[in-house]
């Protein structure tokens, strides 16, 4: 269902050691995999197909206004 595991005690997301990326970018550190985000925003999009629709979601973990990357592709919105 998403891409988050663990192999023995070590967390990855989408093959990436999570404890890696703490270490590069420093904590607090908020992971999202792309993935994820992707797939499930597919699934809500195909299940209310039979109506007009915008799919929005809301990321507040920066303070600085974002729209990821994946969500310039999809037909989604924003909020932050």
């Known amino acids: 269902m998403h891409d ?4 023995g005690k ?3 997301c989408e093959g990436v050691a ?11 550190l908020y992971v999202y995999s792309q993935r994820t985000l992707t797939r499930h925003f597919q699934e809500l999009d195909r ?3 039979p109506v007009e629709h915008l799919v929005c979601f809301a ?5 600085e206004p974002i729209r990821p990357p994946h969500a310039r592709q999809s037909r989604s919105g924003s909020t932050s």
């Open 10 to 12: 070590r967390l990855f």
């Open 4 to 7: 988050f595991r663990y192999v």
């Open 18 to 28: 999570v404890e890696a990326l703490a270490k590069k970018f420093g904590t607090p």
């Open 47 to 49: 299940a209310m197909s």
């Open 59 to 63: 990321i507040k973990s920066k303070l």
